[in-house]
C-alpha cells in the first residue's frame, strides 16, 4: 500500500492573523498591516489612490451614503489644477514693453539713416560712376515698419484701455510688426503699398474684439487712435526736417529726404483711413453708431475692401491729384515749403526702380 502523504498544515489567512503570543517572526510579518509598512512618500507614487482602491479613513477619503469611499483630496486637487490653468496670467509691465524685434528693426533704421546721411555708397563707387542707392530705400522701408507698428499700436492701446483685455502681451502692444495676427493685412499689405504706390496706407484693424469695447465713444476712440498715432509721429518726423533745413533753404541729402517722405506717408495713411469706407478706419466710427452688422461685414471683407481703395489711389490722375494735396497741405504748415521737394526727393529714392 501506498504511504499516505501527512497533511498539510493550513497556513492563516492574513485577515484572520491576531498576532497571539507564541507566533515567530515570519508570522508576525505576515500578521503587520501592510498599510503601517509602506513609505510615507508612498501615496505620492503613480498609481496609489486612483480611483477604486481601498484606502484606509486616514488617507482622506470620505464614505459615501452607500459605504463606497470617495477621493475628496484627488478631486480636489485635480480641479484646482484645472482652474489654475484656465485663469488668464496676471497683468506684468513686460505685457506693454517693446518687443526685441522692434527695437532691432529700430536699431537697423537708425543705422541705415546714419550710412544715408553720410552717403556712403558715393564713397564706395569709383569716380565718375553712376551710383544706385540702396541704402535709403531699405532706411525707408525700416522706418515705415516702425511706422505701421505705431499706427497699430494706437489701436491696440486705445482698444485694452477702453475694455478689450485679449490684446494685453500681444504683437500689437508690444510694437512687433512681424507677430500680428494678421501679418498679411497688417504688414504685408502696408508695405506693398507704399512700395508701389508712394504713399502709406495702413490694413484695417480686423484684430480688434469690437464686441469687448462697451460704449460708442470708446470705439470711436480705438478707431481714431491709429490716425492719431501716425499724425503725431509725421508731425515729429516734419519737424526733425524742418530743424534741420532752415526756412528758404533745400536739401538733397538722402537721409533727410527719406525723413521728409515717411512724413509724407505717415500722413497719407492718417487721411486716408479717416475716410468712412470699408477697410479704412473712418468706416469703424460709423460702426459704432451703426450696430455689430457693419463690424461683422468689415472683419469678413476688410482686407478687399483696403485693395480697393489702394487701387483707385493707384490711378495716375487720382494719385497725381492726391499727391498734390498732400504737398500743398505740408507747404501752407510748415515754415520751409521746399519740404514737399525733400518729399519727392524721398519718393524717388525709395522707387529707384521707376
Not at 537708425?110 to 569716380?127: N, V
Not at 494706437?154 to 500681444?170: F, P, Q, T, V
Not at 501716425?230 to 536739401?251: C, F, I, K, N
Not at 487701387?311 to 519740404?339: H, K, S
Amino acid at each position: 500500500m501506498p504511504t499516505p502523504e501527512p497533511p498539510h498544515k493550513a497556513e492563516p489567512d492574513d485577515a484572520t492573523v491576531t498576532g497571539t503570543e507564541g507566533e515567530g517572526p515570519g508570522d508576525q510579518a505576515r500578521a503587520a498591516d501592510p498599510w503601517e509598512q509602506m513609505p510615507e512618500d508612498a501615496l505620492n507614487r503613480a498609481g496609489v489612490g486612483v480611483a477604486g482602491s481601498e484606502e484606509p479613513e486616514e488617507s482622506g477619503g470620505f464614505e459615501g451614503p452607500g459605504g463606497e469611499t470617495g477621493e475628496a483630496s484627488d478631486t480636489t486637487e485635480a480641479t484646482d489644477t484645472e482652474d489654475n490653468a484656465k485663469a488668464p496670467a496676471a497683468p506684468s509691465p513686460a505685457d506693454f514693453m517693446p518687443s526685441p524685434l522692434f527695437v532691432l528693426v529700430l536699431g537697423l533704421a537708425g543705422f541705415a539713416g546714419w550710412l544715408s546721411w553720410r552717403a556712403i555708397e558715393l564713397e564706395w563707387a569709383a569716380e565718375d560712376t553712376a551710383v544706385t542707392p540702396l541704402i535709403p530705400p531699405l532706411f525707408i522701408l525700416l522706418g515705415w515698419i516702425v511706422s505701421v507698428a505705431v499706427h497699430e499700436f494706437g489701436h491696440a492701446l486705445a482698444a485694452h484701455l477702453a475694455g478689450d483685455r485679449s490684446l494685453r502681451g500681444s504683437a500689437y502692444l508690444r510694437l512687433n510688426p512681424f507677430g500680428y495676427r494678421q501679418a498679411f493685412g497688417g504688414l504685408v499689405l502696408p508695405v506693398a503699398y507704399l512700395g508701389l504706390g508712394g504713399f502709406g496706407l495702413n490694413g484695417p484693424p480686423t484684430y480688434v474684439d469690437w464686441d469687448a469695447v462697451p460704449g460708442r465713444g470708446r470705439r470711436v476712440m480705438v478707431a481714431l487712435a491709429g490716425p492719431l498715432a501716425s499724425l503725431l509721429l509725421s508731425a515729429l518726423l516734419a519737424l526733425t526736417v524742418s530743424l534741420l533745413v532752415p526756412a528758404g533753404q533745400d536739401s538733397v541729402n538722402w537721409a533727410i529726404s527719406s525723413l521728409a517722405f515717411l512724413a509724407f506717408a505717415n500722413t497719407t495713411s492718417a487721411l486716408v483711413n479717416l475716410l468712412p469706407i470699408p477697410g479704412l478706419d473712418g468706416y469703424h466710427v460709423l460702426a459704432a453708431f451703426r450696430g455689430s452688422k457693419w463690424t461683422e461685414f468689415v472683419v469678413a471683407n476688410g482686407l478687399f475692401c483696403s485693395i480697393a481703395v489702394f487701387a483707385v489711389l493707384w490711378l495716375p490722375g487720382v494719385r497725381d491729384l492726391f499727391d498734390t494735396l498732400i504737398y500743398t497741405l505740408f507747404e501752407q504748415i510748415l515754415p520751409n515749403p521746399t519740404i514737399s521737394g525733400m518729399m519727392f526727393h524721398g519718393k524717388l529714392l525709395l522707387q529707384f526702380w521707376a
